[in-house]
């Protein structure tokens, strides 16, 4: 993590940032499978899922180049009974991927939502993403299983491999 970096919960100023840092993975690589770049605008309702308590959070690092990175846990399924599960999400800006950032950003996150009802965290990866898997392993998840060829883009199928961390592995 570099020295200078603090990790705070997101602001409604941090979106435009968040939702460039987004748009550079939409447009580039097929980690989401998102198709169309965002404006800040049409960003604002998964903005407005996240608050500073309970489950879903969203959490920024910053630098004295402003926001480098983002993670936020969300609602996994809209049925009640998925209420104690939630979806993990984490983006670093590109000139920022492979300096700590995430591993930090996921740290406090963690850190965050110990004592809330949280039972599973769970967290989708478009293969191949060798970095993510590692990153989310040292978090304690583990492989729940692999979907073939569930999203198409860039002309190409790409896997989506699910991972699940029980709160028993100290998320919370």
């Not at 200078?4 to 602001?11: C, K, L, N, P, V």
């Not at 300096?99 to 939502?113: K, P």
């Not at 949280?118 to 970095?131: K, L, V």
């Amino acid at each position: 993590m570099p020295d200078d970096m603090t990790i705070r919960s997101a602001t409604e100023a941090d979106l435009p940032r968040l939702t460039e840092i987004y748009n550079y993975y939409i447009e580039y690589t097929a980690i989401t499978f998102d198709i169309d770049p965002y404006t800040t605008e049409q960003r604002q309702p998964w903005f407005a899922q996240f608050a500073t308590t309970g489950r879903h959070r969203l959490l920024v690092g910053v630098t004295g180049n402003g926001v480098v990175g983002y993670a936020g846990s969300h609602q996994f399924r809209a049925k009640a009974a998925y209420d104690t599960t939630v979806e993990t999400t984490i983006y670093c800006a590109p000139e920022a991927v492979g300096r700590g950032i995430g591993g930090a950003l996921y740290t406090a996150l963690f850190d965050a939502l110990k004592g809330e009802d949280i039972h599973t965290y769970i967290a989708g990866i478009t293969m191949p993403n060798d970095a993510s898997v590692a990153l989310h392993e040292r978090f304690g998840f583990v492989r729940a299983g692999l979907m073939h060829a569930v999203g198409r883009k860039f002309g190409a199928y790409h896997d989506v491999l699910w991972m699940e961390r029980m709160s028993g592995a100290g998320a919370g």
